[in-house]
């Protein structure tokens, strides 16, 4: 996607990308799943407080915050399971409507900006970068 058409990310259904995380090896861990479960809800455009407008991937969380994607290859495993992963289409949808108009974004500490990007080695990192497909533009 150029940047010529990217926007503020929003809380809009319609804005969103549903990623399937079902080559992940650990996929059968997540219950309820539904068939193509796992997922994980992404969009691309810029944080809306930022005046720079640099393009970005973000995650959405089940607390109805963004998360930049560089900064959630830097939350461990357990942690990005329990707040990111959705077992069902039917849980996002249901989070996704009682979202509110405006965007929350969890903005990292400069401890977590400092902590080291996962390895190589993170299949649900491998997973999620194959089932999004080639990179965007941002080159995140």
């Known amino acids: 996607?150029?940047?010529?058409?990217?926007?503020?990310?929003?809380?809009?259904?319609?804005?969103?990308?549903?990623?399937?995380l079902?080559?992940?090896?650990?996929?059968?861990e997540i219950m309820p799943r539904d068939?193509?479960?796992?997922?994980?809800v992404m969009q691309e455009g810029f944080d809306p407080e930022d005046m720079t407008m640099t393009a970005d991937e973000f995650v959405?969380?089940?607390?109805?915050k963004w998360l930049s994607?560089?900064?959630?290859?830097?939350?461990?495993?357990?942690?990005r399971r329990s707040e990111f992963?959705?077992?069902t289409a039917a849980e996002v949808m249901q989070m996704m409507s009682d979202l509110p108009s405006k965007t929350a974004l969890h903005r990292p500490t400069d401890k977590e900006k400092e902590a080291p990007v996962s390895p190589e080695t993170d299949e649900m990192a491998a997973a999620l970068e194959k089932a999004r497909?080639?990179?965007?533009?941002?080159?995140k």
């Open 1 to 20: 996607m150029s940047n010529v058409y990217l926007r503020n990310i929003t809380n809009n259904y319609q804005d969103v990308k549903l990623v399937s």
């Open 22 to 28: 079902s080559s992940w090896r650990q996929a059968g």
């Open 35 to 40: 068939r193509n479960g796992p997922y994980v």
């Open 60 to 64: 959405l969380g089940k607390s109805g």
């Open 69 to 79: 994607l560089g900064h959630f290859y830097r939350i461990p495993v357990p942690e």
């Open 85 to 87: 992963i959705f077992g």
């Open 133 to 139: 497909g080639p990179k965007s533009e941002t080159g």
